[in-house]
């Protein structure tokens, strides 16, 4: 059975959020990297703290450098080339996961039964669920908009609605609807009496009304 509560909760968007915090991570160590080669520049453009850097004048590539370069050949060369390599593998690998989404392409219906013998559990399009709760809110009197979308796992699915409703109408009715309806029939769909729900509803704009936005955390009692 489903229970409701009105705690307001900001939950992430679909996108994972180990992305997002491996994003801050990268993000702040590279901006860290780029600020001490800066400020060693600066240091040893302008001479600060007593020439720490060597004088300004100097050449940075020495004469003293250039022979242990050219001792050093040609595994040197060869280590720069494979730590470019490196690097280019790990900018692709983060261009892709940028792409990566939470969203489910197939579910996994557990149809055990103990009273027929060839049950079992069923591979299931996520978009056949996602598509009838859609279709079936957006049909609700006071909805303007409305996107549905299943993340987690396979085996134990979490169902992510947004709702754009009018600015006139009863969110208190209408938010009750989608859970006594809805999901119950979304639940009915899935053979479970689990479903883990995050319902945002957002007043849509009316002329100069500016929207306003309620999320939902729906917990499910068994």
Known sequence: MTSATGATRVSAAPNTRRTARGNRIGLALLGL??????????????????????????PVYSD??????????????????????????LAV?????????????????????????????????????????????????????IRVALTGRPDQPELRLTVTADPDADLS?????????????ARTALDTDRLTTHLQLIV???????GNQIETEIPVRS
């Open 93 to 145: 690998r983060w261009l892709l996961v940028q792409l990566r989404s939470d969203r489910l392409g197939r579910l996994m219906v557990d149809t055990d039964h103990r009273d027929v013998p060839a049950s079992g559990r069923a591979d299931v399009p996520a978009g056949v669920v996602t598509g009838a709760v859609g279709q079936e809110v957006d049909a609700y009197r006071g909805v303007q908009k």
């Open 33 to 58: 990297i780029l600020l001490i080669a800066g400020g060693a520049v600066v240091i040893r453009a302008t001479g600060l703290f007593g020439g720490l850097l060597g004088p300004a004048g100097d």
């Open 173 to 185: 009715r209408l938010r009750r609807r989608i859970i006594d309806e809805a999901l119950a029939h």
């Open 204 to 210: 849509g704009r009316r002329a100069r009304v500016k």
């Open 64 to 89: 003293a450098t250039a022979g242990w370069v050219h001792d050093q050949r040609p595994w040197l060369w060869l280590t720069i080339a494979a730590v470019g390599v490196l690097a280019a593998l």
